[in-house]
């Protein structure tokens, strides 16, 4: 009778605070920006008797929006920093596949979690390659949506952070193209 191998087991320190912290405070904003989002792509025809400056409920809408946007936008600077300064499981260096052996691991991922053909089990601490990846992906879907979110508020903002974002509507060629990009993950009815 063979003798079974012992392994030994430990804890390691993978997600820091800051990283934990980033992750609610994105996930809030998205929930937020989604609905709010929805609500001004299709805004509700809400009829009432009461004096219209008792029912300015779009305006609070766009406030909200506008307001989880700059959240959102400083909150991404923020990951993006601790991507350098962070633990190594936080570092820049697991989300984007530069070296062989990451190309190698989200091949190998895909095979044993997509295909499933591999039987070779796959040790990890943190993100796989192919999840940071993805997140890298998802990093640079979150960028074009506050470029083109702020390109938008630029036009109707005299504050000088939106105007450093007046030149992604020229760039679009407009405000129309601009909003149809910013939506373009918004789902329709």
């Known amino acids: 009778m063979a003798q079974k191998e012992l392994a030994e087991y430990y804890q390691i320190y993978v997600w820091q605070l800051p990283v934990r912290l980033y992750h609610w405070v994105n996930f809030i904003c998205i929930v937020?920006?989604?609905?709010?989002?929805?609500?001004?792509?299709n805004p509700l025809a809400i009829h009432s008797t009461s004096e219209a400056s008792f029912q300015y409920w779009f305006g609070t809408v766009r406030f909200l929006h506008f307001a989880f946007g700059f959240i959102f936008f400083f909150n991404f600077v923020f990951r993006i920093y601790w991507g350098f300064v962070g633990n190594r499981y936080a570092n820049w260096r697991?989300?984007?596949p530069l070296?062989?052996?990451q190309w190698k691991e989200i091949f190998h991922v895909l095979c044993l979690d997509v295909l499933m053909v591999c039987k070779k089990p796959l040790r990890s601490i943190g993100h796989n390659a192919l999840a940071g990846f993805t997140y890298f992906l998802t990093f640079l879907a979150f960028l074009f949506q506050a470029v083109t979110g702020f390109g938008l508020y630029a036009a109707m903002s005299k504050s000088w952070f939106p105007q450093l974002f007046a030149w992604?509507?020229?760039l679009f060629g407009g405000?129309?193209?601009?909003r149809q990009w910013h939506h373009l993950?918004?789902?329709k009815k």
């Open 32 to 41: 937020v920006l989604s609905v709010t989002g929805y609500l001004i792509g």
């Open 94 to 96: 697991n989300f984007i």
């Open 99 to 101: 070296t062989s052996s």
């Open 168 to 170: 992604v509507v020229p």
């Open 175 to 178: 405000d129309f193209a601009v």
């Open 185 to 187: 993950m918004m789902l």
